[in-house]
């Protein structure tokens, strides 16, 4: 795994899909713990639309966690309805709606919202599939669809 000398966020997969009221942006990174590198993840930041221009300053930027990936591909694969990423006072949350992937920030109270096509939500498929089996090494397709679908099926059957 490249160190912090020569990963360049710059160079990184970013994929970007803008709404009416909000955007998202989902971006390849590494996954730092305790601020250190611990393998591959995505940052997924949503931001309002205000008058036509992108609020990047009241963005929602969650860091996906090394549990948190597999649950979020689960969610783009259809293999689970819905998932919710939180921190302290902001969150992001998706659910599979026909036609539709239902994208959500919230923070501090405020909320907002965007709808991704099929065409959109592959994107952001194919980028999250891509970092979720760079993390695991490279692990082959079949394998880690495989996975996938298990632990999705554990995540559904679990009584919160």
Same mark, same amino acid.
């Given at each position: 795994?490249?160190?912090? &000398?020569?990963?360049?966020?710059?160079?990184?997969?970013?994929?970007? &899909?803008?709404?009416?009221?909000?955007?998202?942006?989902?971006?390849?990174?590494?996954?730092?713990?305790?601020?250190?590198?611990?393998?591959?993840?995505?940052?997924?930041?949503?931001?309002?639309?205000?008058?036509?221009?992108?609020?990047?300053?009241?963005?929602?930027?969650?860091?996906?966690?090394?549990?948190?990936?597999?649950?979020?591909?689960?969610?783009?694969?259809?293999?689970?309805?819905?998932?919710?990423?939180?921190?302290? &006072?902001?969150?992001?949350?998706?659910?599979?709606?026909?036609?539709?992937?239902?994208?959500?920030?919230?923070?501090?109270?405020?909320?907002?919202?965007?709808?991704?096509?099929?065409?959109?939500?592959?994107?952001? &498929?194919?980028?999250?599939?891509?970092?979720?089996?760079?993390?695991?090494?490279?692990?082959?397709?079949?394998?880690?669809?495989?996975?996938?679908?298990?632990?999705?099926?554990?995540?559904?059957?679990?009584?919160?």
């Amino acid at each position: 795994m490249p160190t912090g &000398s020569d990963f360049n966020p710059a160079e990184q997969p970013k994929w970007r &899909s803008y709404g009416a009221n909000a955007a998202i942006t989902v971006e390849a990174t590494q996954l730092l713990v305790k601020g250190e590198p611990a393998g591959w993840t995505v940052n997924l930041d949503v931001a309002p639309i205000v008058n036509r221009e992108v609020d990047w300053k009241r963005k929602v930027q969650i860091q996906v966690s090394e549990t948190e990936l597999p649950i979020l591909a689960g969610v783009l694969m259809g293999y689970l309805p819905k998932c919710k990423f939180q921190r302290s &006072s902001k969150g992001i949350y998706l659910e599979r709606q026909p036609g539709k992937l239902f994208v959500r920030g919230s923070a501090n109270a405020e909320n907002f919202a965007l709808p991704l096509s099929i065409g959109s939500t592959f994107h952001f &498929s194919a980028l999250v599939l891509q970092q979720l089996q760079k993390h695991l090494g490279g692990i082959e397709t079949d394998t880690m669809l495989a996975a996938l679908r298990g632990s999705a099926a554990l995540y559904q059957s679990r009584k919160d």
